[in-house]
């Protein structure tokens, strides 16, 4: 089961979370590890492999790539994934996107690559690579793919899907064309021409489609390169397959957990552009230290090290190393004088036995404001370790130099001002406003970075024989939990004081006003100031500035602001307001939002604190509502708002309660995947129909699901969607009541709608069933199975596949008006 919370400020300052240890700043290699990094020392080879998604990637290629080959390898996804499902938890869209990311990392740690990605987002599934290109903005997307692989200078690039039909999602086929057109490019001085003053042109050897064969796609074939994956690594202890499976299954959101698998494994590849290979996917390029001019005599240092390797005591491979990093360091400056320097810095660290980091007393600091930090090193190598310096944000040279004694634990403590200059904790792409389908990346040089690079940093430099090392630490936060032990999370670097509203949404179905409660919360001490509200127009608010004091860091106040619409309900509208925090002269608009999941690290960001203002003409009828919860979704808040009393409902409640007292149950989204307990409650769910109830089934996918009749009467679940949210939308039968009661139901209220119109509609449906809507994409067939609704014994049942767990809590009037009848079928 997974652990998932929308943590508030609150909580995080006087309470301790239990994170696991994803991400202490002290890398630990065994002796195994160091002698395989040591053999990636004596390895000049590189490959870069390019899709769309996270998940899309093949990570037995990638593992064996980085771990057995011993290239760099890394992985460039165009998008975050912020457009799909989310299998753990209601996050969507930008949310999703952030979970993902850091599942990807954390896929990356298992099997050695690196990770990277564009400006472009997910804005859900495309079907088409013209549908795509319509969204992104294809020159600057191709500018970012360009720039990675100018930076990244991969001798081989491969695709995951081919520049056609078969790549199954018009964002796939997106992928290949832009990796093709990127692989001239980025080779071509004239094409943006603006990044030379960071990169250079980089030709790489060859452009290959890594084939495959999904399902009863099979793209496959004999006459194409291949090559045997499957290796079992006895450094590692684990096959290519293992590995594999351990990196995909961190794509946890999505549902990817998979079984090891064992032995031999073919890959096959087709050449899209350069030669093709023959005997390796790196033939013609020389991954030896020849091919750095220079560079013989340091391949022999490092085979003489290699040879020399002692694995019950690395420490005595540092004279050799030395040796080597001081070589290194007399090459030219160049891609891979840079890369295997930093490569023989982390060898000697492992080999000495060095372990650093640095943390904060508090999860939280504000700039300008001081914060506790601490450094504590220790040499558990039998090699002379000299502590130079150590260096922190705001403050120099805070210890004395001395000799790092062998395995004697050294702790520094200092007080320290957090420079007024320090970057919140937001979410580089996310820090200003952006449009459907890309972010706004303003600095060039984050373009790529698959998250933030930590703000504060502490420094440190040794002396390790005769050469001198500076070794950065981030400054994080750690503390010990009784039950996991020690717990490392990244330092929240947050404004003075943040806004929390209760509520994403305001439903005004008349002129009645509306109390909104405004929490502020401090991040510092002795805070105070005003907040008032910006409202659009169409609304008025009774109240201006209202003043708060806050006297201490975690303590809260809560504000009262009365919202109501100018006039009366003439039209659906919706727009959204923010809060406005003033204190110390300066004005703050950010909320805080968390997202904590057991499998990766805690995500901090600082969106505006807004609300959706919807005015919509909206009767509805009964009060009551049962909701069994899906993978996770909105809508039973979003219902609250409406003024419905919604319960979530359980095993006793559907087993031996009284159901009848519900006006309408609704299924969350994806219930009939992911509850295995919905096999069992069907009958009385059914019954409970029989008897008057009236249930409404959210989309499922078509497979797996745990019962195939999800209704009274039969009917299939396709793969058939409409992903333009604007698509025209019209009435099978426009008499049916569904659509009058109790709101008139018009073209109009499709108006609005955000990513797509609905997925996974019904086929084959019994003709005890009516349907509502048809609908297309353009250039394809009419959709018929959007909506369906049956009357069955005394009540009725609706099927929706519209994505109604976007559009409500998006504010869509129209969407709210449509479900309030599906609740409401006589």
Not at 471 to 484: A, E, F, G, N
Request: charged share 20%; aromatic share 10%.
């Amino acid at each position: 089961m997974f652990i998932r919370r929308f943590i508030t400020l609150a909580l995080l300052l006087l309470a301790t979370m239990s994170l696991p240890a994803l991400a202490q700043p002290s890398p630990v290699w065994n002796a195994a590890d160091i002698r395989l990094q040591m053999k990636k020392l004596d390895t000049l080879g590189s490959v870069l492999y390019i899709a769309a998604h996270p998940d899309d990637e093949n990570t037995r290629l990638l593992g064996y790539l980085a771990k057995e080959k011993l290239y760099r390898t890394g992985y460039l996804s165009l998008t975050r994934g912020d457009g799909g499902q989310n299998l753990i938890g209601d996050e969507q869209s930008e949310l999703l996107g952030l979970i993902r990311t850091q599942e990807l990392l954390a896929a990356r740690r298992i099997d050695g690559a690196e990770q990277f990605f564009t400006r472009a987002q997910d804005f859900g599934f495309s079907k088409n690579p013209q549908e795509t290109f319509t969204i992104w903005d294809k020159e600057r997307i191709l500018g970012d793919v360009v720039y990675i692989i100018r930076k990244f200078q991969p001798d081989v690039i491969i695709c995951r899907f081919p520049a056609d039909g078969r790549a199954g999602h018009g964002h796939h086929t997106a992928s290949a064309i832009l990796a093709e057109e990127a692989y001239t490019a980025a080779a071509d001085p004239t094409r943006f021409p603006e990044q030379l003053k960071l990169v250079k042109p980089w030709q790489a050897k060859r452009l290959l489609w890594n084939t495959f064969n999904f399902g009863t796609v099979n793209t496959t074939s004999e006459d194409q390169f291949k090559m045997d994956v499957g290796a079992y690594n006895y450094l590692l202890g684990k096959g290519f397959g293992e590995i594999a499976a351990e990196s995909r299954s961190q794509h946890k959101s999505q549902g990817f957990g998979v079984a090891p698998s064992r032995g031999s494994a073919l890959e096959y590849f087709q050449t899209i552009k350069g030669s093709t290979p023959k005997n390796g996917l790196l033939d013609d390029v020389n991954t030896s230290w020849l091919r750095v001019p220079g560079g013989a005599k340091i391949g022999k240092l490092i085979d003489a090290a290699l040879a020399a390797y002692n694995m019950d005591d690395p420490s005595a491979s540092i004279p050799a190393l030395l040796e080597i990093r001081k070589s290194v360091q007399a090459l030219p400056d160049g891609y891979w004088r840079d890369l295997k320097l930093k490569e023989t810095e982390q060898l000697i660290y492992a080999c000495a036995g060095i372990w650093a980091e640095a943390y904060s007393a508090s999860p939280t600091v504000v700039p300008g404001n001081n914060m506790e930090a601490t450094v504590q090193l220790i040499n558990r190598g039998n090699v002379k370790v000299t502590l130079d310096q150590i260096d922190l944000p705001g403050k120099s040279n805070i210890a004395e130099k001395q000799i790092l004694a062998y395995n004697k634990f050294t702790s520094i403590s200092q007080t320290l001002p957090v420079p007024a200059t320090t970057q919140e904790s937001q979410p580089y792409w996310l820090e200003d406003v952006h449009p459907v389908g890309m972010y706004v990346i303003k600095d060039p040089l984050l373009v790529g970075n698959p998250e933030n690079i930590s703000a504060l940093q502490a420094r440190i430099r040794l002396t390790i024989g005769d050469q001198s090392f500076t070794l950065s630490r981030p400054i994080q936060y750690k503390y010990t939990d009784p039950v996991k032990g020690e717990i490392y999370q990244p330092l929240v670097i947050a404004p003075p004081v943040v806004a929390d509203l209760s509520s994403r949404v305001y439903i005004f179905k008349d002129v009645l006003p509306q109390t909104v409660p405004v929490k502020l919360t401090a991040v510092a001490d002795n805070l105070k100031g005003t907040v008032h509200l910006k409202l659009p127009a169409g609304f008025k608010v009774a109240e201006g500035n209202l003043n708060w004091t806050l006297a201490h860091k975690g303590d809260e106040v809560t504000v009262n602001f009365t919202i109501s619409p100018v006039a009366g309900i003439t039209r659906n509208y919706a727009d959204t307001f923010t809060v406005v925090m003033d204190c110390n002269g300066k004005e703050y608009t950010q909320s805080l939002q968390q997202i904590r999941y057991d499998h990766i690290p805690l995500i901090t960001l600082f969106p505006p604190a807004q609300a959706r203002l919807v005015s919509v003409n909206l009767k509805h009828n009964g009060n009551r509502l049962g909701y069994i919860p899906g993978a996770g979704d909105m809508v039973a808040a979003s219902l609250r708002q409406v003024g419905y009393e919604v319960t979530e409902l359980g095993e006793k409640d559907i087993m031996n309660g009284n159901l009848q007292q519900y006006d309408a149950i609704i299924t969350g989204v994806r219930a009939y995947n992911v509850n295995a307990r919905m096999k069992y409650w069907q009958p009385k769910l059914m019954e409970y129909v029989k008897n008057g109830g009236k249930l409404i089934v959210q989309y499922n996918v078509n497979s797996p699901l745990v019962i195939n009749d999800l209704g009274p009467y039969p009917f299939s679940l396709s793969r058939d969607r409409v992903t333009d949210e604007n698509a025209v939308v019209h009435f099978i039968h426009p008499d049916n009541p569904v659509l009058h009661y109790p709101n008139e139901i018009t073209a109009a209220d499709f108006a609005g709608w955000v990513q797509e119109r609905g997925l996974y509609y019904t086929v084959d449906a019994d003709k005890a069933y009516d349907k509502l809507f048809t609908m297309n994409d353009q250039g394809e067939a009419s959709l018929d199975g959007s909506t369906l609704v049956a009357h069955y014994g005394k009540g009725a049942y609706v099927y929706t596949g519209l994505s109604f767990f976007r559009q409500l809590p998006a504010g869509v009037p129209g969407a709210y008006r449509l479900f309030v009848n599906l609740i409401s079928v006589k």
